[in-house]
Each structure stands twice: as structure tokens, then as C-alpha cells.
């Protein structure tokens, strides 16, 4: 992954990184003690099968953490919870965060259109300020 942009700010999720955490955290804590509470007749496989499931649920959960998108020297680095990708600048050719939207999404010129699961409605008015922010770096590059 190329460096950063100079200036340019990655793009989180706050609500989309804090909720997934806390639930992470609390499924191993919760599964933990269901495992150590459970009646004698579960085995230690059944109770080690129980914290390995609130371990699995975490790592799920842990790739909700991880979503971002940056700016780039040679496009838009976009990790949402499928593999992350670079978008080249000249293949955007738009910004969309209508009402109603629940993430930004770019039209790219192929005619398909990705996900930027980094800017979501969910966090409120500066979810608009970011899509903003977006489409004015996708606009000067595509100006170069």
C-alpha cells in the first residue's frame, strides 16, 4: 500500500468501529462465563467449544473494526469487510451519499460502483461533511 497523501486524513467510521468493539469484547466475556457456568454435564470440550465460539464471533466482528478508505498517490485505498482494494482516481467518476444511504458509494466508470463503508450515515451530520471531503479529493484528482 502506497503512503499516505500529505494532508489528507484517512476516512473512519466512528460508531461503525466503537459498537463492533465492544460487542467483540463482550461476546468473550460473555461466552467465558456461560462457559464456566454451564451445568457438570457439558465436558471441557463443550466448555472450551463455548469460549472458542465468543473467540470466533471477536474475529468477525474485528474486520467491522478495521473498515477505512485513504487517499492515495494512485487512488482511493477502500477497505470495507470483503478484500481491500485501491481505486485509481481516473476510474471515479462520482460521489454519491443520497438521503437514505446508509454509506458513500462511488460510480466508477464502468458503470459499477463500490461501497465506502468508511463514510456512513450512522455517525451523523459529519457523516455529510466527510462525503464532502470525498468527492472534493476525487474531483481534484481526476483534475490532474
Do not use: K
Not at 8 to 15: E, K, L, S, T
Not at 82 to 107: H, K, S, Y
Amino acid at each position: 500500500m502506497p503512503d499516505l497523501m500529505a494532508g489528507d486524513a484517512p476516512f473512519v467510521p466512528r460508531r461503525g468501529r466503537v459498537v463492533p468493539a465492544v460487542l467483540a469484547v463482550a461476546s468473550v466475556v460473555v461466552f467465558t462465563v456461560v462457559a464456566f457456568v454451564v451445568p457438570e454435564r457439558f465436558q471441557l470440550a463443550d466448555r472450551v467449544a463455548f469460549v472458542g465460539l465468543g473467540v470466533a464471533v471477536a474475529l468477525v466482528l474485528s474486520r467491522y473494526v478495521t473498515i477505512r478508505a485513504a487517499a492515495h498517490e494512485d487512488g482511493l485505498f477502500v477497505r470495507n469487510l470483503g478484500p481491500a482494494q485501491t481505486i485509481p482516481w481516473q476510474q471515479i467518476e462520482g460521489v454519491r451519499f443520497a438521503e437514505g444511504m446508509p454509506w458513500v458509494r462511488l460510480d466508477l466508470e464502468d458503470g459499477d460502483d463500490v461501497a465506502v463503508m468508511a463514510i456512513q450515515r450512522a455517525d451523523g451530520p459529519g457523516s455529510v461533511a466527510e462525503a464532502q471531503r470525498l468527492s472534493d479529493l476525487v474531483a481534484r484528482h481526476r483534475r490532474r
